[in-house]
Structures are given as C-alpha cells and as structure tokens.
C-alpha cells in the first residue's frame, strides 16, 4: 500500500516552507513512521543543513533520477527513520517526468514522504499540497493567488498559518484568523507559533519536547494522519 505524500509549498519564497518540512518529518518520527524528505529546490538546497548532514552530502536528487546511484538517501543520525535526499546544487537537474515515475516508485517502501518544492506554482505531479504561509499582508494575499491558480486541478491546497504572533493580531497589524482564512481560500490544518527554537532549527536540528513549536507541529501531524484534533485557543499556540 502506497504512503501518503505530502507536499510543502508556497508561490513565494521567505514563509518558512523549510522549516516547516524539517519540523514535520521530525514529528512524524515521533508518531514512529517512517519518512523520507525530498528537498526539490534546485540550487538553493537546505534540509541537508537543518538536519546537520550538510558535510556529509556527495550525491543528490539528480544522481538517483539518473539511476547512477540510490546513495543519494541519506539517513539522519539519531533519526533512523528520517531519510533525506538533497536538491542538486545547481538548477535543472531535475527531470519532472523522472521525478513522478521515481516518486510513484517510492511511495510504497514509506510512511509518509514530505516533497519540500521550491516557490513557484507548478504542482501538476501531485494531489495534495500544504502551504506555509506568514500571517502578514503580502503572504496571505500570494496564499491566494496560488489558490486561485489551482482552482479546478484536482489538488487539495491545506494551509499552515506560519509564525503566528497573537500579540501583532490584538495590535491590529494582521488580520485574525477567519479573516486570513476567508482571504486566501484555504482550508486551516494548523498553526505554527512564532518561536525562535523554529529559527534555530538551523543549527539545532531538534525541537524541546513539549514546547510550543514541538506542540503544535504533534498537532498538525496527527490532522495530517487523520486524527481529529481541535485547534487551541490562539493565546495557547
């Protein structure tokens, strides 16, 4: 049976999409599935940094698409069930035609594969994409342009409201929750607290257990396996 392929993606960059895939592999683990984290962005590649491997990389996407090697799956240590592949280091490496085929490949031997998309709009090879998206004017307004674009293409668009502050939204300086939601046209799967252990995720490459960051991510991963999982009130997140 197939794994449940979740996509990480927004039309501009900056949102923490990032970030934001590296947390959701880590609180997969800890559901105890087993993952694999695909980082597509051509050229600018970082999972390898959030996860601490970035020494260790040789080989990338291109080099499996190729079939030169099946190397390229790196497993994260103290993490046995978390594999990564890098994005190439250079851009136009990556063959979409080759990529779907390899992708429906994949998909049985794992839990759950998180596919971390560069910014941009093209995501005709897959069903169901998530976007992380700042509760700031500019972002919520591109959550709905990409949701306008994919209108009527068979994929399912999630939102994940980003680096949420309560304290800007009492200010009046964004809009609430509703608001956000009614704009962009995205359906709320979780929200994500504007913590700074998300910001040092970098040079981490973890999350306290039971702290906001971890909370809420545990949160959003059980929604996206299925489990019926009521936000809290915002002061809480």
Do not use: W
């Not at 927004?10 to 087993?34: D, I, P, Q, V």
């Not at 994260?76 to 250079?90: F, K, Q, V, Y």
């Not at 998530?130 to 674009?149: G, L, Q």
């Amino acid at each position: 049976m197939a794994g449940k392929t979740i996509v990480v993606a927004s039309g501009k960059g900056g949102t923490g999409k990032s970030t934001f895939a590296c947390s959701l592999a880590l609180s997969l683990e800890k559901e105890n599935k087993k993952v694999l984290i695909i980082d597509l962005d051509e050229g600018l590649r970082c999972l390898d940094i959030f996860f601490g491997i970035d020494k260790d990389i040789v080989l990338d996407l291109s080099d499996v698409l190729s079939g030169n090697s099946s190397d390229a799956v790196y497993t994260i240590p103290n993490h046995r069930n978390i594999s990564l592949i890098p994005a190439p280091d250079t851009v136009g490496k990556i063959n979409a035609r080759q990529f779907a085929a390899f992708l429906e490949k994949e998909e049985p031997k794992y839990d759950v594969i998180i596919l971390d998309f560069p910014a941009g709009l093209d995501f005709s090879i897959v069903k169901q994409v998530n976007f992380p998206i700042n509760p700031d004017p500019v972002s919520v307004r591109d959550a709905s342009v990409v949701c306008d674009s994919i209108n009527g293409n068979e994929i399912e668009p999630r939102l994940i409201l980003n680096r949420f502050d309560i304290e800007l939204i009492k200010g009046g300086f964004y809009k609430n929750i509703d608001d956000i939601i009614d704009i962009s046209g995205l359906r709320l799967i979780g929200i994500v607290p504007n913590d700074t252990e998300l910001l040092l995720l970098p040079v981490s490459h973890a999350l306290r257990k039971n702290g906001r960051a971890d909370k809420a991510m545990h949160r959003i991963a059980g929604r996206i396996l299925g489990r019926d999982i009521p936000l809290p009130k915002p002061k809480k997140i």
